[in-house]
């Protein structure tokens, strides 16, 4: 079973860079084809859900434009993981932020890993 | 964008009813249409892909329909663990997007 977990800082001070990882186990990050994909999706507080980007094993890359400037998604197919930078933070990204594997659809999600935005 | 919009944004219902929540796409997305349900402090889990396809492991009392702009999600026998939030998202193009979620509470 395909299982992925999320882990960073949960405390970023406003202005510099969240980072996060999800590291993925139960099975290779990597497809021959590039069959699916590897996203980065964040809830707020009390808000709904939000596609921050995804990333193909081959290092392609696709990100929301409403992030696009601050986001880097980059994949280690080494250590089977994928990671997520968001520069120039404000309070504004305070978010549950969640990895999923990604067909046409999320199927599998780590929990998620929340990710306040304060000094 | 492709905005989703859902209907209606909350529900009250009891164990046992029939619940029926819509998704409606601004431009036609054809069957890219996915359903999940969101428990709090839980990952979104997938309920059905391609707008009618159940995904492994979701009960048959979960159902979805539509084309085009118009989706329906139904729930044909509400249970218990049913009370959650229920969003639609949208895999026709980039940006991929969710609507704003439809919470179903207890009645």
């Known amino acids: 079973q395909l299982q992925l977990q999320e882990s960073g800082s949960g405390l970023v001070k406003p202005s510099q860079t969240l980072s996060l990882t999800c590291a993925v186990s139960g099975g290779s990050i990597s497809s021959d084809d590039d069959s699916w994909s590897w996203s980065w999706i964040r809830q707020p507080p009390g808000k709904g859900l939000e596609w921050i980007g995804y990333i193909y094993q081959s290092g392609s890359t696709d990100y929301n434009p409403s992030l696009k400037s601050r986001v880097t998604i980059s994949v280690d197919r080494w250590k089977n993981q994928f990671s997520l930078k968001l520069t120039s933070v404000t309070a504004a990204d305070t978010a549950v932020y969640y990895c999923?594997?990604?067909?046409?659809?999320?199927?599998?999600w780590g929990q998620g890993t929340l990710v306040t935005v304060s000094s | 964008d492709i905005q989703m919009t859902q209907s209606p944004s909350s529900l009250s219902a009891s164990v046992g009813d029939r619940v029926t929540i819509t998704c409606r796409a601004s431009q036609s997305i054809s069957s890219y249409l996915n359903w999940y349900q969101k428990k709090l402090g839980k990952a979104p889990k997938l309920l059905i892909y391609a707008a009618s396809s159940l995904q492994s492991g979701v009960p048959s009392r979960f159902s979805g329909s539509g084309s085009g702009t118009d989706f329906t999600l139904t729930i044909s026998s509400l249970q218990p663990e049913d009370f959650a939030t229920y969003y639609c998202?949208?895999?026709?193009?980039?940006?991929?997007?969710f609507g704003g979620g439809t919470k179903v509470e207890i009645k």
């Open positions: 999923a594997r990604t067909d046409y659809y999320f199927d599998y």
């Open positions: 998202q949208q895999s026709y193009s980039s940006p991929l997007t």
